[in-house]
């Protein structure tokens, strides 16, 4: 399973729109890499609010901000555009934890073994304990969903896409 999350910006809606550009030869490149932009910002807001429409369930371990503690995940967001510059599609980087903070799941239970210090320092009902290695029982990680438009991202495309194809239809002489 690959470590990268893609979401395929979904803009069915607009396959019409899309076709006459096609039909046109209108180049819609310029206006897919505006809408992967628009998608990116988009989804790394949907961090920066930690969860939009709805809040995420807040993270045990990050000190205030849930997905955000070094950001790695967030700055990772991307767009790409196919050959012929008529999909859009957003990734992440590949982190291995994309996937289970998006759909959320079960870690597998696992042994950690120190490695750069002598010991493992942990601390259990408020006694500080040392060890070699622990055996970890796994861990229930809550959905986060990070990859979403929003209904005003849906909008803001469909302008796009509608400019777009107008400007051109007027460089050409067939809208005054």
Request: proline letters at 5%; zero cysteines; glycine letters at 8%.
């Amino acid at each position: 399973m690959s470590d990268f999350i893609n979401a395929d910006v979904d803009i069915g809606k607009f396959n019409t729109l899309i076709a006459i550009m096609r039909r046109n030869s209108v180049n819609t490149r310029p206006v897919m890499a505006a809408i992967g932009n628009l998608v990116v910002k988009s989804v790394r807001q949907n961090f920066r609010e930690e969860g939009r429409p709805d809040k995420w369930v807040p993270s045990k371990k990050a000190k205030g901000r849930t997905l955000l503690a070094t950001g790695a995940l967030m700055k990772s967001i991307h767009y790409e555009l196919d050959n012929d510059g008529t999909a859009v599609t957003v990734m992440t980087g590949p982190m291995k934890y994309a996937r289970i903070m998006q759909n959320g799941g079960k870690t597998p239970k696992h042994d950690i073994v120190v490695r750069n210090r002598r010991a493992l320092r942990f601390t259990v009902g408020g006694l500080t304990l040392y060890r070699k290695s622990v055996h970890h029982p796994g861990s229930r990680i809550p959905a986060r969903p990070y990859m979403l438009l929003q209904d005003e991202d849906e909008v803001k495309i469909k302008d796009m896409l509608v400019d777009h194809l107008v400007g051109e239809m007027k460089k050409r002489g067939g809208l005054k």
